[in-house]
């Protein structure tokens, strides 16, 4: 991962002088990794009172330090924990949400994967009624994984589908659902007040919040990525982020700014194809790859 990135790191590093010059291209390389302009800004500065305060000579302290101070802004008091996995109240209910084509449907498909090999019941909801082709897709992977899903034609009700996988699911003591949701462009208002429907529809069929409500960003959506979570926000009421394709770019410093502005926590990244290629996020490991140590 970021493998641009941190090659332009080692360069600069690799002069062993520690001047403004530094400082100001290690910005224009986070910048051009797709960090916020005001948060790459805030942590050259941090780093730089660090580098004085502890009177640091060598550059692969900065590394190090740089890495340190990444990482500890991705987890400021913000768990990558699943929500309700410690709930006693079943079935926990996870809703997806983001744009078309950010792979909702194949994380759906891995983190089912991964809550049955560690022996839990899953229902798949296939809210993505506008999308037949979406349909298809969440059941085809029913199919691949054996478990149920709830699904309606083409155009039907996206809430009724999932209240009636919530119900389902507590009839059969299910475990887990997993909701799947249409893309929708962030910018359309009317399609986003008909996102918050559904959350509210969810929320009365379980009679509680839902516990985890996903926003799914392509990593190489750059920082049209923070603008997206900013609105999916307001309407959605997002708990966490769902981080895909990160396996190919070396633009994650968007997830950086969306962290930072939004008050998120990333809990699940994908890292690959393959069905087993779905991970807890680790901001320690994250900002590891982000710099190459």
């Known amino acids: 991962m970021f493998k641009k990135f941190f090659q332009t790191v080692d360069k600069l590093l690799g002069r062993g002088v520690i001047d403004d010059d530094l ?32 009177k640091i000579t060598d550059v692969e302290s900065i590394k ?27 079935p926990i209910v996870y809703i997806f949400v983001g744009s ?29 009624t ?23 034609q083409p ?21 887990y659902v997993l909701a799947d949701t249409a893309g929708r462009q962030h910018s359309k208002t009317n399609l986003m007040n008909e996102l918050q429907k559904v959350t509210k529809v969810a929320e009365k069929a379980l009679g509680k919040p839902v516990d985890d409500v996903f926003l799914v ?14 609105q999916y926000a307001k309407f959605a009421g997002i708990t966490g982020l769902v ?22 926590p990333i809990k699940l990244v994908g890292t690959g194809e393959s069905i087993d290629n779905l991970h807890r996020f680790d901001p320690e490991i994250f900002a590891s790859n982000l710099l190459g140590s």
């Open 217 to 230: 960003i392509d990593a190489y959506t750059g920082q049209n990525a923070l603008t997206q979570a900013e």
């Open 100 to 128: 078309n084509g950010v792979g909702k449907t194949t994380s759906i498909a891995k983190l089912a994967h991964k809550l049955q090999k560690k022996g839990h019941s899953v229902l798949l909801a296939a809210g993505d």
């Open 155 to 175: 155009g039907g009700d996206s809430g009724a589908v999932i209240f009636d996988a919530i119900q389902s699911a507590k009839s059969k003591k299910i475990d």
């Open 64 to 90: 190090e330090r740089l890495e340190v101070l990444i990482s500890s802004r991705l987890k400021k008091n913000r768990s990558s924990a699943l929500n309700g996995s410690e709930s006693t109240g079943k």
């Open 130 to 152: 506008f999308r037949a082709a979406a349909i298809d897709q969440l059941d085809s992977w029913a199919k691949t994984l054996n478990v149920p899903i709830v699904k309606s």
């Open 23 to 54: 400082y100001e291209q290690l910005e224009i390389a986070l910048i051009q990794a797709d960090t916020n302009i005001q948060v790459a800004m805030d942590i050259l500065e941090e780093l730089r009172q660090i580098v004085r305060n502890e």
């Open 243 to 264: 981080i895909t394709k990160l396996d190919g770019t070396s633009r994650g410093g968007a997830m950086l700014s969306i962290c930072e502005k939004l008050n998120l």
